[in-house]
């Protein structure tokens, strides 16, 4: 070994993945080279940063660009560019941990998942280490852009572990040589490689050339026309720009040169990867002008909660030397968000209407983002809502509706829009709620996830019209349009009767008991008087702050003087009052209960068994 030279062994992490990765079955071994590139790509860009901020950059005047050679004779393919290099240090921790995106994701949805490996790596590329399915050998020799680095060699059989040693004369950047293994020696064929750069790699925005050959035009496909691009392009474009290995769902391709000259390429991808558990996705739209780029990923060229899109933002307006520090601040930049954003909202709103089964697919998979920008977005939020899906009590199971859909079945004078929040439609269904807006011919939307509550909190009204819980305590719904079955109780009794449970349940508890319209079916109902404490909140704030129990709830009970049931219950106050109070006190818990607002469930279950005992005691 030469001098300064060391010996390291592989993070356990990272020889876990190049095992997986060498015994791959995964057939497409070609991907290393879109890999390789798109490494080189990301250097030459850093570099170009580099330069725009440090006085002093090393080899300053090489050309950025990425160098690839093949050797038929000695089985290698070189790949090399000018771009920041690594240091000691950084060839350690970039290459010998798992510290950085693409492998990170693959090796959490390894675990996560059931899947085979070979269709993960599919998904979502291996980054460097997608060199080792080819390699009996790969050796990386850098020189950092640093002015006082060193001159450095890494070589790896991507088994045992890597040696760093010294190796004078290199040049600015990475040049990474592969010693192909003898199953793929097609990779240093000339042929084959301009076949698959030809592929993968049209739009890097630098030159690459093939054996000293330039092959790519460096292309700037969204200041194109449409009509001159055709869907392989696009997709391509976004599996270079997103870094991605899907098929984008949508895309949105326009041109504007009011109030700004703008050109914009937006893609949504397939998959929300927040849904599995990764974390924040990062914003992925860039920022560029005439072609040159300025941030890939800007904080603030648009709203957070459009952070799943990926692709280019081009303004020709834009000062060239705009730093990153000072875009964000920018009146430029914050006009680009503002249209920009209201052209996608647009966009995808006539997406929905051209095609509702594609947008409910769409939907499920990204409304948290939407939702997420209900929340947060004031700007936006009433363009939004009209993107917004919910079951309601008139869609199929499964099916949902538009709050625009709902207001052309609305009555004429209704001047709000109910909901109800639940864990589930049945659970909604299930509850004593929907039967008074049922029996009125009243549509109530389903708010199944827990977001829901507060999103339409947000909102407050859609349309000039209210949102408004339906198991709000003070709502006037007016005379049911069906008929209402058998003979009520007497008034005097069913005062008596509302006065007795308020009684046994306790002021403290209940606010008020009195008999009501809304029940058809049940025979009692919890209303919450506290709008803005409904039971998603304190779920909520109970499960935000386990130790502190949330203060019980006190609601207001309409009991249903129609019912079989209260009229028994009426008769048992004076005929065998003991049993009446127990009646009352389950009446309340399964009442609660169906409110969602039950926080002790073990008397109600010991209640019921003494209720059984006693209904099947011998008379
Ligand atoms: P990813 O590209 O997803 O971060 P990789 O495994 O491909 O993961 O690369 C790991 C890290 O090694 C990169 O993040 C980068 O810091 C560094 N790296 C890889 N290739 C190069 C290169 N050609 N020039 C400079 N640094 C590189």
């Known amino acids: 070994m030469s001098e300064n030279a060391s010996s390291h062994t592989f993070q356990a992490e990272v020889q876990q993945l190049l095992d997986i990765v060498i015994h791959s079955l995964y057939t497409d071994k070609e991907i290393f080279v879109r890999e390789l590139v798109s490494n080189a790509s990301d250097a030459l860009e850093k570099l170009r940063h580099t330069q725009l901020t440090e006085k002093e950059v090393f080899d300053n005047d090489a050309p950025l660009e990425i160098q690839i050679t093949t050797d038929e004779e000695n089985h290698t393919i070189t790949i090399a560019d000018t771009g920041i290099g690594m240091t000691r240090d950084e060839l350690v921790e970039n290459l010998g941990t798992i510290a950085h995106s693409g492998s990170k994701k693959f090796m959490q949805a390894l675990s996560e998942s059931g899947q085979k490996e070979s269709n993960l790596i599919g998904q979502f590329g291996v980054g460097f280490y997608s060199a080792f399915m080819v390699a009996d050998e790969v050796t990386v020799y850098t020189h950092s852009w640093k002015a006082d680095g060193e001159h450095l060699a890494w070589t790896s059989d991507g088994k045992t572990g890597y040696q760093i040693e010294s190796a004078p004369d290199q040049a600015r950047g990475c040049k990474i040589v592969i010693k192909l293994n003898a199953d793929f020696q097609e990779f240093s064929q000339k042929d084959r490689i301009q076949n698959i750069l030809e592929n993968y790699s049209n739009f890097v925005p630098f030159p690459i050339l093939l054996n000293g050959e330039h092959i790519n035009k460096v292309e700037a496909l969204w200041r194109k026309a449409k009509s001159d691009i055709t869907d392989e392009q696009y997709t391509e474009f976004y599996k270079f720009i997103g870094k991605a290995w899907d098929e984008p769902r949508y895309r949105m391709h326009f041109s504007a040169d009011a109030p700004l000259e703008i050109n914009a390429l937006l893609f949504v991808p397939q998959q929300n990867t927040e849904l599995f558990g ?151 269904e299930a509850g004593p709620y929907l039967e008074a807006f049922q029996a009125r011919g009243l549509e109530v939307l389903f708010l199944t996830e827990p977001i829901d509550d507060y999103v339409v909190r947000s909102l407050q009204s859609y349309s000039e019209k209210t949102l408004v819980s339906a198991d709000r305590a003070d709502l006037e719904l007016g005379d049911s349009a069906t008929v209402e079955e058998g003979e009520p109780l007497a008034e005097d009794r069913a005062i008596t009767l509302c006065e007795f ?119």
């Open 278 to 428: 990764f974390g924040q996705m990062e914003p992925g739209v860039a920022l560029y002008c005439k072609n040159v780029l300025i941030d890939d990923k800007p904080e603030g060229l648009l709203p957070d909660w459009l952070r799943f899109l990926r692709g280019v933002i081009d303004s020709a307006d834009l000062p060239l030397n705009i730093s990153r520090e000072s875009m964000q601040d920018s009146a430029l930049v914050r006009k680009l968000n503002r249209v920009v954003t209201k052209r996608f909202l647009k966009f995808l709103d006539g997406e929905a209407k051209s095609d509702a089964e594609k947008y409910a697919d769409f939907y499920k998979t990204f409304s948290r983002f939407l939702k997420e920008g209900i929340a947060t977005d004031h700007e936006s939020k009433d363009s939004i809502a009209k993107l917004l899906r919910f079951e309601s009590s008139m869609t199929d199971t499964g099916k949902m509706t538009s709050l625009d859909d709902y207001l052309t079945r609305a009555k004429d004078d209704q001047g709000s829009i109910y909901y109800l929040a639940g864990t589930s439609r049945s659970a909604i």
């Open 501 to 619: 449970i308020q009684t046994e349940i306790g002021e403290e508890r209940v606010e008020k008991v009195e008999t009501g319209k809304r029940l058809v079916g049940s025979p009692v109902v919890a209303l919450n008087p506290d709008e803005m404490m409904s039971a998603q909140m304190r779920q909520m704030m109970q499960a935000m702050n386990p130790d502190e129990p949330v203060p019980a709830p006190k609601v207001r009970l309409e009991i249903n003087p129609r019912h079989d049931l209260i009229k028994k219950l009426d008769a048992a106050r004076e005929s065998n009052p003991d049993l009446a109070k127990l009646v009352v006190a389950q009446l309340f818990d399964n009442a609660l209960l169906a409110a969602g607002l039950l926080d002790d469930k073990k008397s109600l279950i010991s209640r019921g068994f003494d209720m059984m005992d006693r209904a099947l005691a011998p008379s």
